[in-house]
């Protein structure tokens, strides 16, 4: 018999990161000479990784040394990730519910691995995932398919009866490559552009109400 897995997204997903995220950037602009963003502009930037969010959040700085600054950012939000960041409202019910309920957990994100990890288990929830993946891991970024195809296989679970969930297109998109079903929270800081989803829920709950009534 195989197994249902739900892989999800961290950043506008699980974990409102925003205040940390914006918080570091600040202090990375400020080291090159920058002005202060607000965190609503910053928000706009994520969701292709770490890089794309530096060189979005430099766009106004032609001569900036993009390499140095990612360099910088990935030291200011390593010593900043856990300062503020919080789950979303439900989240941490929900997550346990579903465990419960005998779904495998997972995280697929393209926010370093490393810290997806420390996150999860600062808010004290790494153990309800049978694996944490992100960014540094050695799988391809989303929406590329690789490391959902590796969790499908090691623990033996069916796509069609498994959900991938995020904020983001490409949250999306991986579900689509992937043959899973997939979820867009609305709450969360991306968009879906056009891409085909299975539900949209507007808080956590609605998701796990949408999961465990199939």
């Known amino acids: 018999m195989q197994n249902k897995i739900l892989?999800?997204?961290?950043?506008?997903?699980?974990?409102?990161?925003?205040?940390?995220?914006?918080?570091?950037?600040?202090k990375t602009r400020a080291e090159f000479g920058c002005k202060e963003l607000s965190e609503k502009t910053i928000e706009s930037y994520i969701g292709n990784g770490l890089r794309k969010l530096v060189e979005r959040a430099f766009q106004d700085d032609d001569a900036i040394d993009l390499d140095a600054a990612v360099l910088r950012q990935r030291e200011n939000y390593t010593r900043y990730s856990t300062r503020a960041t919080s789950f979303f409202p439900g989240v941490e019910e929900g997550l346990s519910t579903l465990h419960k309920a005998g779904y495998l957990l997972g995280v697929f994100s393209n926010k370093p691995g490393r810290l997806c990890r420390r996150?999860?288990?600062?808010l004290g929830a790494l153990e309800l995932f049978v694996e944490v993946l992100g960014a540094e891991d050695g799988y391809a970024l989303k929406p590329e398919p690789e490391a959902v195809q590796y969790l499908l296989e090691k623990y033996n679970c069916d796509p069609k009866k498994s959900w991938f969930a995020g904020d983001h297109y490409t949250d999306l998109q991986c579900a689509e490559n992937s043959g899973l079903k997939g979820c867009f929270f609305t709450y969360g800081y991306?968009?879906?552009?056009?891409v085909k989803m299975d539900c949209g829920a507007d808080t956590f709950a609605d998701f796990v109400a949408e999961v465990l009534s199939a």
């Open 7 to 26: 892989i999800f997204d961290m950043d506008g997903a699980l974990i409102d990161s925003i205040p940390d995220i914006a918080y570091a950037m600040n």
């Open 119 to 122: 996150i999860l288990e600062h």
């Open 190 to 194: 991306g968009n879906p552009r056009q």
